[in-house]
């Protein structure tokens, strides 16, 4: 089997807020999925799982009598529920647990033209010279 390395770097970004309120109006227009992307120049895969995200179940009620949920997909509701999932990454959450001295001394350390440590080597030296954090 062959592999494929691409040395490319690829470049993400977020949905931004105008974005995702242009979904709610081209979903709430009939628009397809495909059709909103072509028009907002994403794939059509980061706008299906935008509304899978950002969707959420409402109560409505069929002849005023028959009871049924129904998936809505709501702007404002999916940003909140995006930034919940981001202060819940791990990436924050690691952050958050490092003291500042251990960040600006791993920095340090690991940007010296001579490394002496590996990353594993300077966080196991760190944890011997402050046993008290």
Known sequence: MSEVHYTTKRHYKHLSDKERSQIEI????????????TLLNRHKSTISRE???????Q????????????STYFSDTAHLL????KQHSTKCSIRHKLSTQFMSQLISTLSQKIRI????????TYKKQHSDE
């Open 82 to 85: 995006s930034q919940q999932r």
């Open 51 to 57: 509304i899978k995200r950002g969707s959420v179940l």
């Open 26 to 37: 081209l979903l709430n227009e009939g628009y397809t999925i495909s059709k909103i992307a």
């Open 117 to 124: 440590h590996s990353v594993d080597s300077f966080v196991n």
């Open 59 to 70: 109560k409505q009620y069929l002849y005023g009598y028959k009871e049924v949920l129904q």
